[in-house]
């Protein structure tokens, strides 16, 4: 457990001198101040740059098109992000050797994959709070008040998945040897995951339906129990991928 902690510290003190979590929440507070801005601002942009002649007509932006704004901008842009600050979470140790030292004076390799998840899980909980947080505000300031349904249990399903996208990275991190190779196997993953979303029988229990369905969730006919499976799925999954990455790493020559 001590080793588990003094590492943890060491990854902390390795993001905050590597800025990379301080750039993660600069970029998530801007995607979340972006959101209910966008959607605030497009359709006067739009009947600004209208051709002469044409009628462009638009809606009055709702706290709705808010949220649809900060789901699109984080479902996309912001899972890339998070996945291209990561890529290097153990691979780059794992090239330059760093990790032979502390490893020979005792440190347990259970404990380097579990402080790099922690603080790699932490640092995204962090950040998608801020943006979710900066959205809420602005959307409350610049919109009417509108019923908006299962908002927590949408976010918590983005959250989630970004956990999942974290866990199979650290694995495939165990493997790969270096960021190119952890990018390429968690984007074949992704791809699979399109694939098998094909399939209607199977598309309640994909990870995929966390992040693709998060507007029709706001919606006050949606049961939240049809979102379960995947949610339990994606659960099992990360937690699948975080023991193999134990269990690689183990056995894994430095």
């Known amino acids: 457990m001590k080793g588990y902690v003094a590492f943890l510290k060491k990854e902390w003190l390795e993001q905050l001198r590597t800025y990379r979590f301080f750039i993660l929440l600069t970029i998530f507070f801007i995607f979340g101040m972006m959101s209910p801005l966008t959607a605030k601002l497009t359709p006067l942009i739009l009947k ?3 051709i002469e002649g044409m009628q462009i007509t638009m809606q009055d932006p709702t706290a709705m ?15 890339i992000v998070l996945i291209l600050v990561f890529s290097g979470i153990l691979s780059s140790e794992l090239s330059k050797g760093t990790l032979i030292n502390i490893l020979t004076k005792g440190l ?7 402080a790099k998840f922690t603080s790699a899980a932490a640092t995204w909980t962090v950040s998608l709070a801020l943006c979710f947080v900066t959205t ?23 959250w989630l998945f970004g956990i999942f996208l974290l866990s199979l990275l650290l694995l495939v991190s165990t493997v790969g040897k270096n960021s190119y190779t952890s990018l390429l196997g968690v984007g074949a993953v992704v791809v699979l995951l399109f694939m098998v979303n094909m399939l209607p029988v199977l598309q309640k ?10 507007l029709g969730m706001l919606a006050a006919d949606y049961r939240i129990l049809d979102a ?13 991928f975080l023991v193999g990455a134990v269990m690689i790493f183990r056995k894994k020559r430095i």
């Open 48 to 50: 600004n740059f209208a």
């Open 65 to 79: 098109d808010s949220y649809m704004q900060f789901f699109k901008n984080n479902t996309s842009m912001g899972l």
């Open 108 to 114: 347990s390799r259970n404990a380097v994959i579990l």
């Open 136 to 158: 809420y505000g602005y959307t409350v300031y610049l919109f009417k008040p509108q019923d908006i349904h299962h908002l927590w249990f949408a976010v918590l399903c983005l």
């Open 205 to 214: 229990y994909n990870p995929l339906l966390l992040v693709s369905n998060n």
């Open 228 to 240: 379960m499976a995947s949610v339990g799925v994606t659960a099992g999954l990360s937690l699948l």
